[in-house]
């Protein structure tokens, strides 16, 4: 019985983390031999806020980073 947790910044939606699913179970099943009955994938939404690299929270580093031209 596989289990996957996938640990996401908060955003995503339903139909996303569906879709992300759907291609882990197909993975999962092709590779291992794995039947979706039998796998779990859970995942975790987490705030900006609670993600640090170094001292600094990812909304910290987010705050001071340069719009580049995604941003527009």
Do not use: C
Request: hydrophobic fraction near 40%.
């Amino acid at each position: 019985m596989p289990h996957v947790q996938i640990t996401l910044f908060e955003g995503r939606t339903q139909a996303q983390k569906k879709a992300v699913a759907v291609g882990i179970m197909r993975v999962l099943e092709q590779e291992l031999g794995a039947l979706p009955a039998h796998n779990w994938i859970v995942f975790t939404d987490k705030s900006l806020d609670d993600w640090f690299v170094g001292y600094d929270s990812q909304s910290e580093i987010d705050a001071r980073r340069e719009p580049g031209p995604e941003d527009d």
